[in-house]
């Protein structure tokens, strides 16, 4: 196999050659699985409902997944490097108050994006921080930031939404171009960016050599504790964007808005083929785990589902899809 230049490790070597043949062929073949469950999922919603074709339908389902699927992209990072991240949700809410807030206090557009962005960084850096110099699980430390950031959240709102007279602002979660809604530009932007850093950089080959074998990698020369604080702040300011987005949508920030979508996130990245024992994970695999939460989120409205069972059939999926997960490495541990 050939040596990349510029990579220094056996593990990375041996991750280079295996990302080089993760062809489009052997993607479809690795997420066989999850593709024929969306196809199945789509022919009975097809089927049991009339509106599910419905180019509007449709538009709509895309539109709402690109909230989950920015959220799942930077779950995907966090998880490829064997952690975990419960303050996404939170972030939404935060950053879409944020940003309202800081519109309506007369702040140009840009900065108040960019702002509301390094908002969500900081967050990822704190998480980072704590976890990679303390040595706090990241369940623990991400959970207590997920009440945390709440917290503040509701305290400069005063528990109530702030609305966004902004057109310009609200049009970019409602507008179109080309007829097609402009989240979706920004998610396509987005999953090319963080494609190139997970396939093409020795940063993001490095991430699959910490996840599969942390003390490996740390006797390797990998910068550990580096490489955990600035997965988290690309997971946080991935949240924050879709924070902002969400808010866009809605015409206001709301203290309430992403409460429990780190639980999408996390199903949307496990479906789609991320482990939870890290080393594993694509982005495309989790782009299709984010469409089967969302196409099954629309299919059980437009049944008329009660939401409190919608809860229940999202909660059997989560623990499937991570039954599996466990199963699966299992098998490949035997």
Known sequence: MRI???????????????????TLTQFIRNNMGILIGLFV??????IFTETFLNSKNLLTVLR?????????????????IGEIDLTVGSVVG???????MLIE?????????????????????????????????????????MGTIRGVAYYITDGRSVACTNSVFN??????????????????????????????TKFGRRMYAVGGNVTAAKYTGIRIKSMKIKVYMISSTLAALAGIMLASRMYSGQPTAGQNYEADAIAAAVLGGTSFTGGIGTIGGTLIGALVIGILSNGLNLLHISS???????????????????????????
């Open 4 to 22: 990349n230049r510029g990579v220094k490790s056996v593990e990375e070597n041996r991750l280079y050659g295996y990302l080089r043949k993760n």
């Open 41 to 46: 999922l789509s022919v009975i919603l097809t």
């Open 64 to 80: 709402q997944i690109c909230t989950n699927s920015l959220l799942a992209f930077g779950m995907t990072f966090v998880l490829i």
């Open 94 to 100: 935060a950053s879409g108050v944020a940003v309202v």
């Open 105 to 145: 206090s007369g702040v140009p557009l840009v900065l108040a994006f960019l702002i509301a962005l390094l908002l969500g960084a900081l967050v990822g850096l704190i998480n980072g921080l704590i976890i990679a110099f303390i040595g706090m699980p990241s369940f623990i430390v991400t959970l207590s930031m």
């Open 171 to 200: 049009s970019i979660g409602n507008g179109y171009i080309l007829g097609v809604p402009i989240p979706i530009y920004v998610v396509a932007l987005v999953m090319i960016i963080i494609s190139v850093i997970l396939y093409r």
């Open 308 to 334: 409190y069972i919608q809860m229940v059939i999202k909660g059997i999926v989560i623990i499937l899809a991570v039954a599996f997960d466990f199963l699966k490495n299992r098998k490949g541990n035997v």
